[in-house]
Protein backbone atom coordinates (compact mmCIF):
# COMPACT_ATOMS: atom_id res chain seq x y z
CA UNK A 1 0.00 0.00 0.00
CA UNK A 2 1.40 3.58 -1.00
CA UNK A 3 2.41 5.67 1.69
CA UNK A 4 0.64 8.26 1.24
CA UNK A 5 -2.64 6.21 1.00
CA UNK A 6 -1.81 4.49 4.88
CA UNK A 7 -1.05 8.28 6.24
CA UNK A 8 -4.16 9.46 5.34
CA UNK A 9 -6.22 6.57 6.55
CA UNK A 10 -4.37 6.90 9.90
CA UNK A 11 -5.38 10.60 9.75
CA UNK A 12 -8.55 9.58 10.12
CA UNK A 13 -8.95 7.27 12.78
CA UNK A 14 -6.96 9.22 14.94
CA UNK A 15 -8.94 12.37 14.34
CA UNK A 16 -10.96 12.57 17.32
CA UNK A 17 -8.81 15.03 18.74
CA UNK A 18 -7.12 17.07 16.27
CA UNK A 19 -5.23 19.46 18.93
CA UNK A 20 -3.22 16.15 19.84
CA UNK A 21 -2.59 14.78 16.26
CA UNK A 22 -1.24 18.42 15.29
CA UNK A 23 1.05 17.68 18.26
CA UNK A 24 2.32 14.38 18.03
CA UNK A 25 2.77 14.35 14.28
CA UNK A 26 6.34 14.95 12.98
CA UNK A 27 6.51 18.48 10.83
CA UNK A 28 7.10 17.14 7.47
CA UNK A 29 4.24 14.91 7.91
CA UNK A 30 1.41 17.71 8.75
CA UNK A 31 0.28 17.97 4.84
CA UNK A 32 -1.59 15.02 4.96
CA UNK A 33 -3.90 16.18 7.73
CA UNK A 34 -7.50 16.73 6.25
CA UNK A 35 -8.25 20.74 5.86
CA UNK A 36 -11.95 20.00 7.39
CA UNK A 37 -9.66 18.89 11.15
CA UNK A 38 -8.29 21.94 11.11
CA UNK A 39 -10.67 24.32 10.87
CA UNK A 40 -11.91 22.97 14.57
CA UNK A 41 -8.18 23.79 15.73
CA UNK A 42 -7.39 26.08 18.08
CA UNK A 43 -4.15 28.15 18.37
CA UNK A 44 -2.28 28.42 21.58
CA UNK A 45 0.92 27.35 20.63
CA UNK A 46 1.88 29.74 17.20
CA UNK A 47 5.72 28.06 17.12
CA UNK A 48 4.71 24.25 17.03
CA UNK A 49 2.07 25.39 14.11
CA UNK A 50 5.01 27.29 12.13
CA UNK A 51 6.97 24.71 12.27
CA UNK A 52 5.01 21.77 10.39
CA UNK A 53 4.69 22.40 6.72
CA UNK A 54 1.39 22.66 5.76
CA UNK A 55 -0.01 22.65 1.79
CA UNK A 56 -1.82 25.44 0.48
CA UNK A 57 -5.29 24.20 1.21
CA UNK A 58 -4.40 23.72 4.85
CA UNK A 59 -2.93 27.29 5.45
CA UNK A 60 -6.07 28.72 3.79
CA UNK A 61 -7.48 27.47 6.98
CA UNK A 62 -4.84 27.88 8.97
CA UNK A 63 -3.50 31.49 8.17
CA UNK A 64 -6.48 33.39 9.99
CA UNK A 65 -6.31 32.07 13.54
CA UNK A 66 -2.26 32.27 13.57
CA UNK A 67 -1.66 35.78 12.01
CA UNK A 68 -4.13 36.85 14.62
CA UNK A 69 -2.70 34.70 17.42
CA UNK A 70 0.93 36.07 16.27
CA UNK A 71 2.78 39.49 17.44
CA UNK A 72 5.44 38.91 14.87
CA UNK A 73 4.79 38.64 11.13
CA UNK A 74 8.46 38.26 10.04
CA UNK A 75 8.81 35.24 11.96
CA UNK A 76 5.80 32.91 10.22
CA UNK A 77 7.19 30.13 7.88
CA UNK A 78 6.59 30.46 4.01
CA UNK A 79 4.32 27.50 4.67
CA UNK A 80 1.74 29.56 6.75
CA UNK A 81 2.12 32.63 4.87
CA UNK A 82 1.02 30.67 1.04
CA UNK A 83 -2.55 30.79 3.22
CA UNK A 84 -3.00 34.37 2.96
CA UNK A 85 -6.59 35.20 1.26
CA UNK A 86 -8.76 37.92 1.55
CA UNK A 87 -11.43 36.48 3.41
CA UNK A 88 -8.87 36.16 6.76
CA UNK A 89 -7.21 39.79 6.26
CA UNK A 90 -10.57 41.15 6.51
CA UNK A 91 -10.93 40.19 10.33
CA UNK A 92 -7.22 41.87 10.53
CA UNK A 93 -5.75 45.26 11.55
CA UNK A 94 -4.50 47.26 8.20
CA UNK A 95 -1.01 47.63 9.91
CA UNK A 96 -0.49 43.69 10.56
CA UNK A 97 -1.95 42.91 6.84
CA UNK A 98 0.61 45.54 5.92
CA UNK A 99 3.17 43.20 7.84
CA UNK A 100 2.16 40.31 6.45
CA UNK A 101 2.50 41.38 2.75
CA UNK A 102 5.97 43.00 3.86
CA UNK A 103 6.61 38.96 5.54
CA UNK A 104 6.25 37.20 2.25
CA UNK A 105 8.90 39.37 0.46
CA UNK A 106 12.15 37.39 -1.00
CA UNK A 107 13.97 36.67 1.49
CA UNK A 108 17.82 34.61 1.29
CA UNK A 109 17.13 32.77 4.23
CA UNK A 110 13.79 31.25 3.32
CA UNK A 111 11.96 29.88 0.28
CA UNK A 112 9.75 32.04 -1.53
CA UNK A 113 5.75 32.27 -0.85
CA UNK A 114 3.89 30.65 -3.18
CA UNK A 115 0.79 32.77 -3.76
CA UNK A 116 -1.84 32.61 -6.54
CA UNK A 117 -3.42 35.71 -8.78
CA UNK A 118 -6.37 36.19 -6.24
CA UNK A 119 -4.07 36.60 -3.00
CA UNK A 120 -1.39 38.54 -5.11
CA UNK A 121 -4.15 40.75 -6.54
CA UNK A 122 -5.20 41.22 -2.91
CA UNK A 123 -2.02 42.16 -1.38
CA UNK A 124 -1.82 44.88 -3.87
CA UNK A 125 -4.88 46.11 -3.10
CA UNK A 126 -3.93 46.55 0.37
CA UNK A 127 -0.46 47.90 0.25
CA UNK A 128 -0.92 49.98 -3.25
CA UNK A 129 -1.32 53.66 -1.35
CA UNK A 130 1.80 52.71 1.27
CA UNK A 131 4.36 55.11 -0.10
CA UNK A 132 6.79 53.65 2.72
CA UNK A 133 7.24 50.60 1.52
CA UNK A 134 9.90 50.25 -1.31
CA UNK A 135 9.48 47.50 -4.03
CA UNK A 136 12.22 45.16 -2.48
CA UNK A 137 9.56 44.77 0.36
CA UNK A 138 6.52 43.41 -1.41
CA UNK A 139 6.38 39.83 -3.11
CA UNK A 140 8.47 40.02 -6.33
CA UNK A 141 5.35 38.50 -7.48
CA UNK A 142 3.02 41.03 -6.24
CA UNK A 143 4.98 43.64 -8.49
CA UNK A 144 3.17 42.02 -11.54
CA UNK A 145 0.22 43.81 -10.60
CA UNK A 146 1.56 46.75 -9.65
CA UNK A 147 0.20 50.00 -11.14
CA UNK A 148 3.43 50.82 -13.64
CA UNK A 149 1.74 54.13 -13.82
CA UNK A 150 2.81 54.97 -10.41
CA UNK A 151 6.47 53.78 -10.19
CA UNK A 152 8.38 57.40 -10.80
CA UNK A 153 10.78 57.36 -13.60
CA UNK A 154 13.84 57.29 -11.37
CA UNK A 155 12.86 54.59 -9.69
CA UNK A 156 11.64 52.23 -12.49
CA UNK A 157 15.00 50.22 -12.69
CA UNK A 158 15.07 49.05 -8.92
CA UNK A 159 11.46 48.46 -9.99
CA UNK A 160 12.46 46.22 -12.76
CA UNK A 161 15.32 44.88 -10.73
CA UNK A 162 12.81 43.71 -7.72
CA UNK A 163 9.93 42.29 -10.84
CA UNK A 164 12.93 40.03 -11.89
CA UNK A 165 12.54 37.44 -9.57
CA UNK A 166 8.92 37.07 -10.10
CA UNK A 167 7.34 34.57 -11.19
CA UNK A 168 5.38 35.44 -15.24
CA UNK A 169 3.10 32.37 -15.47
CA UNK A 170 0.90 33.44 -12.87
CA UNK A 171 -0.93 36.37 -14.33
CA UNK A 172 -4.10 35.25 -16.74
CA UNK A 173 -3.27 35.79 -20.03
CA UNK A 174 -6.63 37.72 -20.74
CA UNK A 175 -4.30 40.60 -18.69
CA UNK A 176 -1.44 40.55 -20.71
CA UNK A 177 0.88 41.49 -18.21
CA UNK A 178 4.24 40.31 -19.62
CA UNK A 179 3.69 42.12 -23.40
CA UNK A 180 3.11 45.18 -21.35
CA UNK A 181 5.77 44.65 -18.96
CA UNK A 182 8.37 44.27 -21.20
CA UNK A 183 7.74 47.18 -23.14
CA UNK A 184 8.13 49.45 -20.14
CA UNK A 185 11.20 47.37 -18.76
CA UNK A 186 12.64 48.63 -22.60
CA UNK A 187 12.05 52.02 -22.60
CA UNK A 188 13.14 51.99 -18.65
CA UNK A 189 16.33 50.27 -19.32
CA UNK A 190 17.37 51.73 -22.37
CA UNK A 191 17.04 48.32 -23.94
CA UNK A 192 17.23 48.41 -28.31
CA UNK A 193 17.93 44.55 -29.13
CA UNK A 194 15.89 41.33 -27.89
CA UNK A 195 18.05 38.62 -28.95
CA UNK A 196 20.59 37.40 -26.54
CA UNK A 197 23.89 35.57 -29.12
CA UNK A 198 26.61 33.43 -28.25
CA UNK A 199 29.20 36.51 -27.25
CA UNK A 200 26.76 38.65 -25.63
CA UNK A 201 26.04 34.97 -22.66
CA UNK A 202 29.96 34.66 -23.04
CA UNK A 203 30.94 38.89 -22.31
CA UNK A 204 28.02 38.90 -19.68
CA UNK A 205 28.36 38.37 -15.84
CA UNK A 206 28.15 35.03 -14.82
CA UNK A 207 25.21 35.15 -13.04
CA UNK A 208 23.45 35.54 -16.58
CA UNK A 209 23.32 31.50 -15.80
CA UNK A 210 20.99 32.01 -12.87
CA UNK A 211 18.34 34.21 -15.45
CA UNK A 212 18.73 31.35 -18.79
CA UNK A 213 17.24 29.12 -16.27
CA UNK A 214 13.83 30.76 -16.68
CA UNK A 215 13.99 30.86 -20.48
CA UNK A 216 11.50 28.67 -22.32
CA UNK A 217 13.98 27.21 -24.69
CA UNK A 218 17.35 28.09 -25.57
CA UNK A 219 19.46 28.13 -29.28
CA UNK A 220 22.28 25.48 -30.20
CA UNK A 221 24.57 29.18 -29.80
CA UNK A 222 23.84 29.90 -26.47
CA UNK A 223 24.07 26.37 -25.43
CA UNK A 224 27.95 26.16 -26.29
CA UNK A 225 28.13 29.92 -24.41
CA UNK A 226 27.19 28.77 -21.33
CA UNK A 227 29.38 25.30 -21.78
CA UNK A 228 32.40 27.36 -22.07
CA UNK A 229 31.24 29.86 -19.15
CA UNK A 230 30.69 26.79 -17.00
CA UNK A 231 34.09 25.57 -18.00
CA UNK A 232 36.00 28.71 -17.27
CA UNK A 233 35.30 28.02 -13.45
CA UNK A 234 34.57 31.40 -12.76
CA UNK A 235 31.00 31.19 -12.06
CA UNK A 236 29.50 30.20 -8.39
CA UNK A 237 29.64 26.20 -9.60
CA UNK A 238 33.48 26.11 -9.81
CA UNK A 239 36.28 24.10 -11.47
CA UNK A 240 34.54 21.26 -12.80
CA UNK A 241 36.86 19.42 -11.54
CA UNK A 242 34.84 20.13 -8.23
CA UNK A 243 31.03 19.30 -9.54
CA UNK A 244 28.99 16.51 -8.55
CA UNK A 245 25.19 16.24 -7.61
CA UNK A 246 24.65 18.90 -5.87
CA UNK A 247 25.99 21.29 -9.09
CA UNK A 248 23.53 19.33 -11.49
CA UNK A 249 20.30 19.88 -9.26
CA UNK A 250 21.26 23.65 -8.64
CA UNK A 251 22.12 24.08 -12.38
CA UNK A 252 17.90 23.36 -12.68
CA UNK A 253 16.55 23.18 -16.10
CA UNK A 254 20.38 23.71 -17.82
CA UNK A 255 21.43 20.67 -17.53
CA UNK A 256 18.47 18.97 -19.79
CA UNK A 257 20.33 21.32 -22.61
CA UNK A 258 24.06 20.78 -22.24
CA UNK A 259 25.86 18.28 -24.43
CA UNK A 260 27.92 15.44 -23.99
CA UNK A 261 31.38 17.20 -23.62
CA UNK A 262 29.41 18.72 -20.16
CA UNK A 263 27.96 15.47 -18.92
CA UNK A 264 31.63 13.54 -19.32
CA UNK A 265 32.48 15.73 -16.43
CA UNK A 266 30.01 13.61 -14.02
CA UNK A 267 30.48 9.57 -12.91
CA UNK A 268 27.96 7.40 -14.22
CA UNK A 269 26.50 7.01 -10.59
CA UNK A 270 26.47 10.74 -10.62
CA UNK A 271 24.42 11.34 -13.56
CA UNK A 272 22.07 8.01 -12.89
CA UNK A 273 21.47 9.54 -9.40
CA UNK A 274 20.39 12.72 -10.45
CA UNK A 275 18.38 11.84 -13.39
CA UNK A 276 16.08 9.60 -11.09
CA UNK A 277 14.74 13.02 -9.43
CA UNK A 278 15.21 14.74 -12.83
CA UNK A 279 13.13 12.27 -14.93
CA UNK A 280 9.98 12.33 -13.11
CA UNK A 281 10.09 16.48 -13.18
CA UNK A 282 10.86 16.41 -16.70
CA UNK A 283 7.27 14.16 -17.49
CA UNK A 284 5.62 16.47 -14.84
CA UNK A 285 3.10 18.40 -16.98
CA UNK A 286 4.35 21.73 -18.04
CA UNK A 287 7.57 21.68 -16.93
CA UNK A 288 9.37 21.28 -20.64
CA UNK A 289 8.65 22.94 -24.22
CA UNK A 290 8.33 20.11 -25.92
CA UNK A 291 11.01 20.64 -28.70
CA UNK A 292 13.57 20.02 -25.39
CA UNK A 293 16.59 18.28 -26.94
CA UNK A 294 16.18 14.92 -24.14
CA UNK A 295 18.35 13.19 -25.85
CA UNK A 296 21.28 14.39 -24.11
CA UNK A 297 20.05 12.36 -21.09
CA UNK A 298 20.83 9.21 -22.48
CA UNK A 299 24.17 7.62 -20.75
CA UNK A 300 24.45 4.24 -21.90
CA UNK A 301 22.79 4.13 -25.49
CA UNK A 302 19.43 3.87 -26.55
CA UNK A 303 16.26 1.40 -26.68
CA UNK A 304 15.61 1.30 -30.02
CA UNK A 305 12.37 -1.27 -31.35
CA UNK A 306 14.98 -4.23 -32.03
CA UNK A 307 16.12 -4.21 -29.00
CA UNK A 308 12.49 -4.23 -27.35
CA UNK A 309 11.83 -6.94 -29.92
CA UNK A 310 14.53 -8.81 -28.68
CA UNK A 311 13.08 -12.27 -26.67
CA UNK A 312 15.45 -11.11 -23.99
CA UNK A 313 14.52 -7.81 -23.76
CA UNK A 314 14.28 -7.94 -19.34
CA UNK A 315 10.62 -7.85 -18.98
CA UNK A 316 10.84 -9.73 -15.30
CA UNK A 317 11.74 -5.82 -14.57
CA UNK A 318 8.84 -3.60 -15.81
CA UNK A 319 9.33 -0.80 -13.77
CA UNK A 320 12.71 -0.51 -14.73
CA UNK A 321 12.00 -0.53 -18.74
CA UNK A 322 9.10 1.62 -18.19
CA UNK A 323 10.62 4.09 -16.53
CA UNK A 324 13.42 4.62 -18.87
CA UNK A 325 10.98 4.30 -22.10
CA UNK A 326 9.37 7.56 -23.15
CA UNK A 327 8.44 7.33 -26.55
CA UNK A 328 5.09 6.30 -27.55
CA UNK A 329 5.63 4.12 -30.57
CA UNK A 330 8.10 2.00 -27.94
CA UNK A 331 5.84 2.79 -25.35
CA UNK A 332 3.32 0.65 -27.94
CA UNK A 333 5.53 -2.04 -28.35
CA UNK A 334 5.70 -3.12 -24.71
CA UNK A 335 2.42 -2.72 -24.09
CA UNK A 336 1.75 -4.85 -26.93
CA UNK A 337 4.79 -7.64 -25.60
CA UNK A 338 2.94 -7.13 -21.82
CA UNK A 339 -0.26 -8.49 -23.52
CA UNK A 340 1.57 -11.04 -25.04
CA UNK A 341 2.74 -12.26 -21.79
CA UNK A 342 -0.53 -11.83 -20.12
CA UNK A 343 -3.02 -12.99 -22.29
CA UNK A 344 -6.06 -12.45 -19.95
CA UNK A 345 -5.14 -9.59 -18.70
CA UNK A 346 -2.41 -7.34 -16.67
CA UNK A 347 -2.37 -8.05 -13.09
CA UNK A 348 -2.40 -5.25 -10.50
CA UNK A 349 0.71 -5.57 -9.91
CA UNK A 350 2.19 -5.46 -13.49
CA UNK A 351 -0.67 -2.31 -14.04
CA UNK A 352 1.14 -0.95 -11.17
CA UNK A 353 3.88 -0.12 -12.95
CA UNK A 354 2.97 0.45 -15.98
CA UNK A 355 3.94 4.33 -15.51
CA UNK A 356 3.29 6.69 -18.35
CA UNK A 357 3.12 3.39 -20.90
CA UNK A 358 -0.67 2.97 -19.41
CA UNK A 359 -1.20 5.71 -21.91
CA UNK A 360 -1.11 3.72 -24.81
CA UNK A 361 -3.93 1.27 -23.47
CA UNK A 362 -6.88 1.12 -25.22
CA UNK A 363 -10.37 0.30 -24.13
CA UNK A 364 -10.24 -2.99 -24.87
CA UNK A 365 -6.95 -3.75 -22.70
CA UNK A 366 -8.21 -2.07 -20.01
CA UNK A 367 -11.48 -4.31 -20.00
CA UNK A 368 -9.20 -7.08 -19.30
CA UNK A 369 -7.00 -5.78 -16.48
CA UNK A 370 -7.02 -5.52 -13.00
CA UNK A 371 -7.54 -2.57 -10.95
CA UNK A 372 -9.06 -3.56 -8.22
CA UNK A 373 -7.02 -2.33 -5.37
CA UNK A 374 -6.86 1.81 -4.48
CA UNK A 375 -2.95 0.96 -4.97
CA UNK A 376 -3.45 0.18 -8.66
CA UNK A 377 -5.79 3.28 -8.91
CA UNK A 378 -3.27 5.74 -7.20
CA UNK A 379 -0.75 4.73 -9.49
CA UNK A 380 -2.47 5.57 -12.96
CA UNK A 381 -3.92 9.18 -11.24
CA UNK A 382 -0.34 9.99 -10.62
CA UNK A 383 -0.20 13.64 -11.98
CA UNK A 384 3.00 13.27 -12.85
CA UNK A 385 2.77 10.93 -15.50
CA UNK A 386 1.13 13.19 -17.88
CA UNK A 387 -2.53 13.98 -19.13
CA UNK A 388 -4.14 11.54 -20.40
CA UNK A 389 -7.87 10.74 -21.76
CA UNK A 390 -8.78 7.31 -19.96
CA UNK A 391 -10.05 8.52 -16.99
CA UNK A 392 -13.09 7.16 -16.63
CA UNK A 393 -12.41 4.28 -17.94
CA UNK A 394 -9.79 3.29 -14.98
CA UNK A 395 -11.94 4.32 -12.25
CA UNK A 396 -15.19 2.65 -13.77
CA UNK A 397 -13.11 -0.74 -14.33
CA UNK A 398 -12.07 -0.31 -10.32
CA UNK A 399 -15.72 0.59 -9.21
CA UNK A 400 -16.64 -2.33 -10.92
CA UNK A 401 -15.42 -4.31 -8.36
CA UNK A 402 -17.52 -5.37 -5.41
CA UNK A 403 -16.93 -3.17 -2.59
CA UNK A 404 -15.05 -1.06 -4.18
CA UNK A 405 -16.95 2.66 -4.04
CA UNK A 406 -15.25 6.63 -4.05
CA UNK A 407 -14.22 7.18 -0.37
CA UNK A 408 -11.72 9.31 0.97
CA UNK A 409 -8.73 7.25 -0.50
CA UNK A 410 -10.34 7.13 -3.70
CA UNK A 411 -10.93 10.93 -3.79
CA UNK A 412 -7.43 11.84 -3.17
CA UNK A 413 -6.05 9.55 -5.24
CA UNK A 414 -8.47 10.47 -8.18
CA UNK A 415 -8.06 14.49 -7.84
CA UNK A 416 -9.30 16.54 -10.90
CA UNK A 417 -10.15 13.35 -12.96
CA UNK A 418 -13.15 13.21 -10.85
CA UNK A 419 -14.71 15.60 -13.22
CA UNK A 420 -14.28 12.80 -16.09
CA UNK A 421 -17.37 11.01 -14.09
CA UNK A 422 -21.38 11.02 -15.04
CA UNK A 423 -23.18 13.08 -12.41
CA UNK A 424 -25.11 9.58 -11.42
CA UNK A 425 -21.50 8.54 -10.19
CA UNK A 426 -20.88 11.59 -8.57
CA UNK A 427 -24.38 11.39 -6.30
CA UNK A 428 -22.46 8.14 -4.78
CA UNK A 429 -19.90 10.19 -3.02
CA UNK A 430 -20.73 10.37 0.68
CA UNK A 431 -20.52 14.15 2.45
CA UNK A 432 -18.32 12.43 5.23
CA UNK A 433 -15.36 11.10 2.03
CA UNK A 434 -15.78 14.47 0.57
CA UNK A 435 -15.50 16.40 3.31
CA UNK A 436 -12.41 14.60 4.25
CA UNK A 437 -10.34 14.29 1.41
CA UNK A 438 -7.98 16.76 -0.27
CA UNK A 439 -9.09 19.65 -1.50
CA UNK A 440 -9.25 19.41 -5.93
CA UNK A 441 -9.31 21.32 -8.91
CA UNK A 442 -12.65 21.06 -10.43
CA UNK A 443 -12.59 24.10 -12.86
CA UNK A 444 -13.31 21.40 -15.71
CA UNK A 445 -16.32 20.02 -14.22
CA UNK A 446 -19.81 20.83 -16.39
CA UNK A 447 -22.24 23.06 -14.29
CA UNK A 448 -24.44 19.84 -13.49
CA UNK A 449 -21.22 18.06 -11.93
CA UNK A 450 -20.29 21.23 -10.03
CA UNK A 451 -23.66 21.79 -8.50
CA UNK A 452 -23.56 17.83 -7.53
CA UNK A 453 -20.25 17.86 -5.78
CA UNK A 454 -21.60 21.43 -3.89
CA UNK A 455 -24.95 20.10 -3.01
CA UNK A 456 -22.62 17.16 -0.98
CA UNK A 457 -19.77 19.86 0.14
CA UNK A 458 -23.06 21.76 1.69
CA UNK A 459 -23.28 18.60 4.03
CA UNK A 460 -19.74 17.74 4.60
CA UNK A 461 -19.14 21.09 6.28
CA UNK A 462 -22.38 21.89 7.69
CA UNK A 463 -21.33 21.57 11.42
CA UNK A 464 -18.20 25.01 10.17
CA UNK A 465 -21.77 27.00 9.41
CA UNK A 466 -21.57 28.72 12.47
CA UNK A 467 -18.14 30.49 11.29
CA UNK A 468 -18.45 31.79 8.13
CA UNK A 469 -15.11 32.32 6.96
CA UNK A 470 -14.05 28.74 7.86
CA UNK A 471 -17.18 27.47 5.82
CA UNK A 472 -16.38 29.93 2.81
CA UNK A 473 -12.58 28.81 2.98
CA UNK A 474 -13.54 25.01 2.89
CA UNK A 475 -16.77 25.17 0.35
CA UNK A 476 -15.82 28.09 -1.94
CA UNK A 477 -13.97 24.80 -4.18
CA UNK A 478 -17.36 23.56 -5.13
CA UNK A 479 -18.94 26.97 -5.47
CA UNK A 480 -21.06 27.52 -8.98
CA UNK A 481 -22.74 30.51 -10.22
CA UNK A 482 -26.18 29.81 -8.68
CA UNK A 483 -24.43 29.36 -5.21
CA UNK A 484 -21.85 32.75 -5.49
CA UNK A 485 -24.07 35.18 -4.41
CA UNK A 486 -25.46 33.57 -1.81
CA UNK A 487 -22.18 33.50 0.15
CA UNK A 488 -21.28 37.12 -0.98
CA UNK A 489 -24.04 38.36 1.24
CA UNK A 490 -22.73 36.65 4.53
CA UNK A 491 -20.14 39.38 5.38
CA UNK A 492 -17.37 37.02 3.71
CA UNK A 493 -15.07 38.71 0.96
CA UNK A 494 -15.52 36.51 -1.91
CA UNK A 495 -12.38 35.78 -3.65
CA UNK A 496 -14.09 37.22 -7.05
CA UNK A 497 -10.65 37.01 -8.72
CA UNK A 498 -10.23 33.09 -8.90
CA UNK A 499 -14.21 32.66 -8.93
CA UNK A 500 -14.28 34.67 -12.16
CA UNK A 501 -10.93 32.99 -14.19
CA UNK A 502 -13.11 29.70 -13.07
CA UNK A 503 -16.23 30.59 -14.59
CA UNK A 504 -15.24 32.95 -17.48
CA UNK A 505 -17.42 31.19 -19.53
CA UNK A 506 -20.57 31.66 -17.83
CA UNK A 507 -20.31 35.06 -17.06
CA UNK A 508 -23.13 36.07 -19.30
CA UNK A 509 -25.23 34.46 -17.04
CA UNK A 510 -25.01 37.48 -14.81
CA UNK A 511 -26.77 40.76 -14.91
CA UNK A 512 -24.31 44.22 -15.26
CA UNK A 513 -25.25 45.13 -11.69
CA UNK A 514 -24.49 42.05 -10.27
CA UNK A 515 -21.18 41.56 -12.52
CA UNK A 516 -20.55 44.83 -10.96
CA UNK A 517 -21.24 44.30 -7.33
CA UNK A 518 -19.38 41.11 -6.82
CA UNK A 519 -16.56 42.99 -8.63
CA UNK A 520 -16.67 45.24 -6.03
CA UNK A 521 -16.56 42.53 -3.11
Known sequence: VSFSIVLFSFFQIISIDVTKVVENVPDALASFIPPVLLSSLTITNVTLINLKIWKQEQAVVLFGPVASASNNMEELSESILQGFTCTSARSLPLQKIKQLVKACRPRTDR????????QLICMYNYVKDDLTLSFTDMPSDMLLYYSYSKVPKTKCRSYFIALGAADF????SLLKIPSSLFKSAQDCLGITGTTLNKDQV???????????????DLSDAQVTAIQTLLFSGNTPYGNRLTWNQKTLDQLGILPLYLKRDFWAAFSSTTKTAFLKSFVPFLRSPGSINTNTPTQYLCLTGNITEATIADPSFPFDNIAAITDKVVDTSFQTIILNKLNQL???????SVVQLLGSTSFMATVDDISKWDITTIDTLSSLMSPNKGNW???QQWIMKYLSVEGNT??????????????????SVLNTITADNLGRAKPMNISSCSIEQKSALYSIANSSFSSQRNDP????QLISLYLGNTHFFTYSQVYVSIDCISFCWNTHTHTGEFTPAIRHGSAGQ
Do not use: H, W
Open 111 to 118: NKVALKES
Open 169 to 172: SIPS
Open 202 to 216: GNSDPLILENLKNCG
Open 342 to 348: FPTGLPD
Open 389 to 391: TSE
Open 406 to 423: LGTAELNAIGSNLCSLDV
Open 469 to 472: TTFY
